[in-house]
Nanobody
Framework: QVQLVESGGGLVQAGGSLRLSCAASGRTFSSYTMGWFRQAPGKEREFVAS????????YYADSVKGRFTISRDNAKNTVYLQMNSLKPEDTAVYYC???????????????WGQGTQVTVSS
């Protein structure tokens, strides 16, 4: 059974930083695409960033490009999202996701975490 557990959310002022973590278990993820999505109140869930677990190639939504960095630690089976220069419009619940395809930049997600709240105050 696949489990994705997010952590690292919280409250931060505009311009600040947070690092989200996603601990993955239950399968060998080396051939998957991993990523992050977010959902703000009253809005649709949107793609944020993705990474190929095997080769480390990354892809970002335009809204976060240059501010967010996705990475993975193979030894810890963990994916990270470093978020810098945070803006109030980044406020959302952030979800970790896994896609069974080895590289799917605009992933849809076959498995999901429970989400972690990020709130950016102005």
């Amino acid at each position: 059974q696949v489990q994705l557990v997010e952590s690292g959310g919280g409250l931060v002022q505009a311009g600040g930083s947070l690092r989200l973590s996603c601990a993955a278990s239950g399968r060998t993820f080396s051939s998957y695409t991993m990523g992050w999505f977010r959902q703000a109140p009253g809005k649709e869930r949107e793609f944020v960033a993705s990474i190929s677990w095997s080769i480390g190639i990354t892809y970002y939504a335009d809204s976060v490009k240059g501010r967010f960095t996705i990475s993975r630690d193979n030894a810890k089976n963990t994916v990270y999202l470093q978020m810098n220069s945070l803006k109030p419009e980044d406020t959302a619940v952030y979800y970790c996701a896994a896609d069974l395809r080895s590289w799917a930049p605009t992933m849809t997600g076959d498995f999901w975490g429970q989400g972690t709240q990020v709130t950016v105050s102005s």
